[in-house]
């Protein structure tokens, strides 16, 4: 079993910025996939952001809304994922979620709430 936790939401005005973080409890492994998703009050879950660990060379994705604007990285000796997320928009509010994707198995966060209101 691997445990995550979200932190680094909150509340922030359009046009600002903030870093979700992401801390597993044991270590990111050689091809596991963490993401970072997202849910709005009446959607579905949605998939923002996903790095794969290649060992020497991560392998990151966007979704078409987050291009641009958000950045996927991963600390591994930390066992940490953050995303750096600027020029937010109120659309982007919502609970976001860390994933980590490892074989056959997919590991959840308890959610972070964002917040993007004037």
């Known amino acids: 079993q691997v445990q995550l936790v979200e932190s680094g939401g909150g509340l922030v005005q359009p046009g600002g910025s903030l870093r979700l973080s992401c801390a597993a409890s044991?270590?990111?492994?050689?091809?596991?996939?963490m993401g970072w998703f997202r849910q709005a009050p009446g959607k579905q879950r949605e998939l923002v952001a996903q790095?794969?660990?290649?060992?020497?060379?991560?392998?990151?994705d966007y979704a078409d809304s987050a291009k641009g604007r958000f950045t996927i990285s991963g600390d591994y000796a930390k066992n940490t994922v953050y995303l750096q997320m600027n020029s937010l928009k109120p659309e982007d509010t919502a609970v976001y979620y860390c994933?980590?994707?490892?074989?056959?198995?997919?590991?959840w966060g308890q959610g972070t709430q964002v917040t993007v209101s004037s």
């Open positions: 994933n980590l994707r490892r074989g056959q198995d997919d590991y």
């Open positions: 044991r270590s990111i492994l050689y091809k596991d996939v």
């Open positions: 790095i794969k660990n290649g060992g020497s060379v991560n392998y990151a």
